[in-house]
């Protein structure tokens, strides 16, 4: 019965129940696995872009009709040798750059920011390294036939639908124009179809996007679950990190931070600060109520031993000199340690002293 136990438990480890830990979510986020919808992406680059498009409209319509003028007007005198075809169409061709750089700088810009509310900013070399797994049928197959694939087909579908019916009902609203269209002149019949092509576009756009908001949430609910994690890999990830030496290590200096931070913060109710004078200070406080000796709360070397005199001397703390007591006391007590018996009597001393000195300045103070 045991056993069966210990196989059972074994076999439910495998199982990913568990959330993602912190260095899970990193790694695989170096990974450049994120979670993105491509729908919003799409429907903000479509929205931003046709909304540029009906403020450069202008713009293109001025080129449609230099390009009437250049055609029937100046290159219906050529010759049509090859020098003059070529320069006529490289001529066009850099008209027509000229125009639509502005467009695809538009979008290239929109797929960015866009790409950067959602994830961040993101650089993971990973995804564009080549791999056989990419390459590999099998695993083709199973992208094709998979629950994802399912969800992306009616998703597709659902789009086509929608946007197919908008357009409809849009062009369908503005049936008499369409059918005017032979009677208006090139300029007027390109501005209607612009017109009826941008409303298309943000309508559409606009639609899309608010079909992406659940695509969203779907996208995050999806990879949460592909990044579960079971309990033996929790396992396994922390014995990894308990045993990286720079884990350890930077967890030590943490640890040696905030203890300097809480010593740094007890040294103002010191009694007195001893030093060396300059490279050892140790710092000390006595309650005869609380305590059966002298404590140690605070001690450093150097540039410590600089940050102790310093608060010592703005909180008006008696610092004695004395350096075979200071490197005594440095030498043989932790912070938090109470003094040596040893000491007993030099310390008594330099307390002696202080209180002594602290007497005197209340009598002149009276």
Known sequence: MPSMLSMDLQYFSGEKTEKATPKKRQDTRKKGQVPKSTDINTALILLIVFIFLFVYAAVPAKFMQDLFYETYINYASLSFTVEDTMGMFQGIVIQMGVVILPILLVAALTGVVASMVQVGVLFAPEVIKPKLSKINPLKGFK??????????????????????????????????????????????????????TGMIGVASAILLLILAIPDLVYQRFDHEKQI????????????????????????RQKAQDLAMQRMMQEVPKA???????????????????????????????????????????DHDIVIVENRPLARALYDGTDVDDEVPEDLFRAVAEVLAYVYRLENETKQRGN
């Open 143 to 196: 992208r094709i036939f998979s629950a994802r694939a399912l969800v992306e087909l009616v998703k597709a579908l659902l789009k086509i639908i929608l946007v197919g019916t908008l357009a409809f009902g849009i062009l369908w609203m503005f049936r008499d124009d369409l059918l005017m269209l032979g009677l208006y002149d090139v300029l007027d019949g390109y501005y209607v179809v612009s017109l009826l």
């Open 228 to 251: 579960r994690m079971s309990k033996h890999d929790v396992k396994d990830e922390f014995k990894k990190m308990e045993g990286d030496p720079l884990i350890k290590a930077k967890r």
């Open 271 to 313: 009694d007195v600060v001893i030093t060396n004078p300059t490279h050892y200070a140790v710092a000390l406080k006595y309650d005869d109520s609380s305590m059966t000796a002298p404590k140690v709360i605070g001690k450093g070397v150097d540039y410590m031993a600089l940050r102790i005199r310093k608060i010592a001397t």
